[in-house]
């Protein structure tokens, strides 16, 4: 095990009286900006929720923040907090909406000319603007970690940041917003999760005995959740316990001590950039020809996730890993999940040059825990993904 | 699963470096009081460790804090802390140096007239004076919780204590510490830990089907690590791994949404007040015994931990049940912690019976999950440890 640091301030308020709790946890005399997105809230009922527990506060609002948020749509939320004088937001949404709600905390307060400078130049966000989050969507963990990936449409970027000062102060969690998400959005939610877990797990083995089991815990949980949330009518356990899991897949506690990976998300950010594919079905089709590709490098951890998650207890090494592979690909096609890249988009027959172009003019020779997956090693993954 | 507010912003620091990192996590011009206990700091290295990461610092000390930390030596402490214009405490060691710091941590702060009202009437603590720990001793979790048990030697009572304000700022764990621990404080760890879980894992079912795999995971980790810290020379990781799973048994994490018993906790206490036997061994004598005499009503959650803890996976719900606590008591007799309340004192015969008054005494009607371990019944479960 590496030696660690570990620190997650955000307060977790699992429950359907989470929303109403709200005034708990917001100061009195706060000046309250609240940010959404496309207006589901407002059909699902969170919007009267949050604006009922809301009561009594200054509260000034913004929607409209799309998924992949943009910095374009969030210099305007910026306008508004300085013209407002806000000093509190309130991200009321999936990952998009929080993720952007740390962009406008951390540039709220940044003191520079150009607040894309924060994402360009890498500055950390040591102190934001205080924020909360109500959670509608459970998927991306941003509810309870201190990361956020912004894009601008100008230059054609997708840049992350991050920094002590972008934990939420708070996030509720009703487990009631399931009813009303599309089938869609809980598999990728699904998904997401689970890769968030791999991408911490899936590496080679250093000994950290209880991360690995903790991240094993989240698999099982996930993989026993998923038919249920997919199939059968709502169940306030279920739900809990799904949300429950999609944040502890990337509250940062697994990746304490060991190797992360992430290439599939690199390699999965150019898909959805290039083909508008969602980001969590890029990540199905990546990951597993990541994992072939990759197999020598990978295969205890892979034969330890077959013989944990998996129940696969026969064979050697090798065979469980392989078989690892082969049920994580079972897991996809069981929650309907296509898992090739043809199953998406036509036109993608050069994408394995393309995104090897855009890896070497990023000057990036090698990603994966090993930092040895090289823009060449990239095409050759996607070609198998085809 | 139950509504559940989860929030823990203390800062773990793992690792053979981190005592030497202190100075990032304490404030420059911080007037310090270091805390700590027998002395035991001052043969085994980490006295002087932490002395060379405090250079440069206002530093105060104050030595002889107890196992189970009283009333009377931390009022001592309480007065260098005034006179000292102290403003930062430092615990290093165990347990009971960092629980005294915590009572030190609201008591200096207290504006009544009575600290020892912070216990008697349990005055919550909002806000306390600044604290971090160097943890010496594996067993407690108290590095990452806001509770602590102060001991009264003038009205012989031993009370808890809470609050929001008490959770250290950050706790530096170097697994190093372990070596020079004799085996009876690192069995005692270990049982301490895992009696952790096991009153807020061995109730009754809820749903809660991540907390239930996270507490499995430390106890399995907890199971696979004994034999290496008992019998194996020091192994950087082994010992990384058993104060993780410490730490984890008891932040708050997995008590999340279940139900909590601390029945074992309550009796074993007063095994330890009548007979000065240490806390873990009463945990080991009277923990088998309680579930044997609830088995009705922990049967469910006993089959679950035979078969995913202990890999016990045929027969009925009763015989993997009965199997279970016979498997815990098994693994005490393989680290060789005996389980038997005459294996550690004589003059036990009538204890039922005391320990049935102390209880009538202090009004405790039920203890336990469902609250209905009622006195009569505690007087029958000391027999049964006899």
Known sequence: MKAFEWYNPTRIVLGTNSIAQ??????????VLMLYGGGSIKSNGVYESVMQALEGYSVDEFGGIEANPTYETLMKALEVIKSKNIDFLLAVGGGSVIDGTKFLSSAALYTGDNPWDILKKGIRTE???PFGTVLTLPATGSEMNSG?????????EKLGMGGPGLFPQFSLLNPEVIKSLPKRQLQNGIVDAMTHVLEQYCTYPVGADLQDRIAESILKS??????????????????????????????????KGVPTDWATHMIGHELTSKFDIDHARTL???MPQLYRFKFEAKKEKLAQLAE???????????????????ALEKF???????????????GYEDIDQQVKSIFEARNWRGIGERKDINP???????????
Request: proline share 4%.
């Open 332 to 346: 996809y096609d069981k929650i309907e999940m296509p898992h090739r890249l043809s199953d998406y988009t036509k």
């Open 308 to 326: 944990r998650v998996f129940d696969i207890t026969e064979g050697s090494t090798e065979v469980k890993a392989t078989k690892a592979i082969e």
């Open 148 to 156: 956020a990936v912004i894009t601008n449409k100008s230059t054609s």
């Open 376 to 386: 060449d090693d990239v095409a050759k993954i996607l070609r198998m993904t085809y």
């Open 284 to 286: 199905a089709i990546v």
């Open 127 to 129: 102190v934001g603007m």
């Open 22 to 31: 709200l005034s708990k946890f917001l100061p009195k005399d706060s000046k």
């Open 222 to 255: 996930l993989i026993y959740q998923a038919p249920k949330i997919l199939h059968e009518p709502y169940d306030e356990t279920v739900a809990s316990n799904f949300m429950y899991c999609c944040t502890m897949a990337l509250n940062g506690q697994i990746q």
